[in-house]
C-alpha cells in the first residue's frame, strides 16, 4: 500500500514557475514506479511525466519545460514546471505502481494522490 499527497500547486502567471511535490508513505518507496498526469475541466485526465529507476518521460507538450525527479530517502516526488502556459491549468495528480507496463496511461497505476490544482493566467 502506498499514499500519495500532492503540494505545491497556485497560481502563476504565464512564463512562470511551480515545483509540485508528492510525499509518499510505505517502506518501499524506491521500488515504484511513479508518474504525474493532470485533468483538466471536461477533459480526460493525461500523461505528463513518468520516472521508473533512472528512466524518465515525458509528454511532448511539457518536454523541454517539465522535469520529474524523485528523493527516495524522503519518499517525495516531484515536478519542476517551468515556462508554464495557460493550457498547463489543470488539476495535477501523482499515481505509483510497482511495474506499469504503459506507464502513459493512467490505467496502469493502482495508487492515486487527492491532485494539486495548478492555474496559469495569460
Known amino acids: 500500500q502506498v499514499q500519495l499527497v500532492e503540494s505545491g500547486g497556485g497560481l502563476v502567471q504565464a512564463g512562470g514557475s511551480l515545483r509540485l511535490s508528492c510525499a509518499a508513505s510505505g517502506r518501499t518507496f524506491s521500488s515504484y514506479a511513479l508518474g504525474w498526469f493532470r485533468q483538466a475541466p471536461g477533459k480526460e485526465r493525461e500523461f505528463v511525466a513518468a520516472?521508473?529507476?533512472?528512466?524518465?518521460n515525458y509528454a511532448d507538450s511539457v518536454k523541454g519545460r517539465f522535469t520529474i525527479s524523485r528523493d527516495n530517502a524522503k519518499n517525495t516526488l516531484f515536478l519542476q514546471m517551468n515556462s508554464l502556459k495557460p493550457e498547463d491549468t489543470a488539476v495535477y495528480y501523482c499515481a505509483a505502481d510497482i511495474r506499469p507496463l504503459v506507464p502513459r496511461s493512467p490505467h496502469e497505476y493502482a495508487y492515486w494522490g487527492q491532485g494539486t490544482q495548478v492555474t496559469v493566467s495569460s
Open positions: 520516472i521508473s529507476g533512472r528512466s524518465t
